[in-house]
């Protein structure tokens, strides 16, 4: 066997053990800092939730999507130039996220932290996916313009695990996108909670596209790494 087949097929089996294991047991899977200029680029876009899925852009002015609430602070901004919503909101992937709302912490006084709750009395059953776009830093120590993201993720039993991000930020506060990234979560025995948070950086900060649903089915997010290691198998069969 060549070592090309040997490396595919070891490539596999880790791709099946990771997937296998992260279902059967139910360890929630992060998906951390994924660029992100609309919901075509969400992980999961893919998806085919067979309970419920909701999408939160903002772009009626409000929190409103079912049973999600958030006590942390912050509220919802409209176009101006430093608003800084997921570019294709505003109907037009131009590098701008300016002509469509977003969650402001509400600087100055503002959070350094916001937290995100579900109610599964409202769902019917908490999610096992949520995801997050952090879209803009302004006001920030050391340097305006960057921080770090940490995403965090809460079941029933308490933390699920905890994503902490390498330096973002575009230096602007102003609307560019290219700084925009997806944080997301899934397990399969249901997220309650999530946070999303600057502490130690800013609180001049935004996010948007919050997104959660529920499915039994895992596809693609948790099967997907299989998935890819199955199809490089099966390449490298059929050239050998
Ligand atoms: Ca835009
Ligand atoms: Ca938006
Ligand atoms: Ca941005």
Same mark, same amino acid.
């Given at each position: 066997?060549?070592?090309? !087949?040997? @490396?595919?097929? !070891?490539?596999?089996?880790?791709?099946?053990?990771?997937?296998?294991?992260?279902?059967?047991?139910?360890?929630?899977? @992060?998906?951390?800092?994924? $660029?992100?200029?609309?919901?075509?680029?969400?992980?999961?876009?893919?998806?085919?939730?067979?309970?419920?899925?909701? *999408?939160?852009?903002?772009?009626?002015? *409000?929190?409103?999507? $079912?049973?999600?609430?958030?006590?942390?602070?912050?509220?919802?901004?409209?176009?101006?130039?430093?608003?800084?919503?997921?570019?294709?909101?505003?109907?037009?992937?131009?590098?701008?996220?300016?002509?469509?709302?977003? @969650?402001?912490?509400?600087?100055?006084?503002?959070?350094?932290?916001?937290?995100?709750?579900?109610?599964?009395?409202?769902?019917? !059953?908490?999610?096992?996916?949520?995801?997050?776009?952090?879209?803009?830093?302004?006001?920030?120590?050391?340097?305006?313009?960057?921080?770090?993201?940490?995403?965090?993720?809460?079941?029933?039993?308490?933390? *699920?695990?905890?994503?902490?991000?390498?330096?973002?930020?575009?230096?602007?506060?102003?609307?560019?996108?290219?700084?925009?990234?997806?944080?997301?979560?899934?397990?399969?025995?249901?997220?309650?909670?999530?946070?999303?948070?600057?502490?130690? @950086?800013?609180?001049?900060?935004?996010?948007?596209? *919050?997104?959660?649903?529920?499915?039994?089915? $895992?596809? $693609?997010?948790?099967?997907?790494?299989?998935?890819?290691?199955?199809?490089?198998?099966?390449?490298?069969?059929?050239?050998?």
């Amino acid at each position: 066997m060549d070592s090309a !087949r040997r @490396f595919s097929i !070891r490539l596999a089996m880790a791709s099946l053990l990771t997937a296998g294991a992260s279902f059967s047991t139910g360890a929630a899977t @992060f998906v951390d800092a994924q $660029p992100y200029l609309s919901f075509a680029d969400s992980a999961f876009a893919g998806v085919a939730f067979d309970d419920y899925f909701h *999408l939160e852009d903002f772009e009626d002015g *409000l929190l409103n999507t $079912p049973g999600v609430s958030s006590a942390s602070g912050g509220f919802v901004i409209g176009p101006s130039a430093q608003t800084d919503s997921v570019d294709g909101d505003d109907g037009a992937i131009d590098g701008s996220g300016a002509g469509g709302h977003s @969650f402001f912490s509400g600087f100055p006084g503002g959070t350094d932290t916001f937290t995100f709750d579900f109610d599964a009395g409202v769902l019917g !059953r908490l999610p096992t996916h949520v995801g997050i776009v952090w879209t803009d830093v302004g006001e920030a120590t050391p340097t305006p313009g960057f921080g770090s993201v940490t995403f965090t993720a809460f079941g029933a039993g308490g933390a *699920l695990g905890t994503v902490v991000s390498g330096t973002f930020g575009d230096g602007s506060t102003f609307g560019a996108t290219a700084e925009d990234y997806f944080f997301g979560v899934i397990d399969p025995l249901g997220i309650s909670r999530i946070t999303i948070s600057m502490a130690g @950086f800013s609180s001049d900060w935004e996010v948007d596209h *919050l997104q959660y649903g529920a499915t039994t089915v $895992p596809l $693609p997010a948790m099967f997907g790494p299989c998935l890819a290691g199955c199809a490089l198998l099966g390449l490298r069969r059929r050239r050998a």
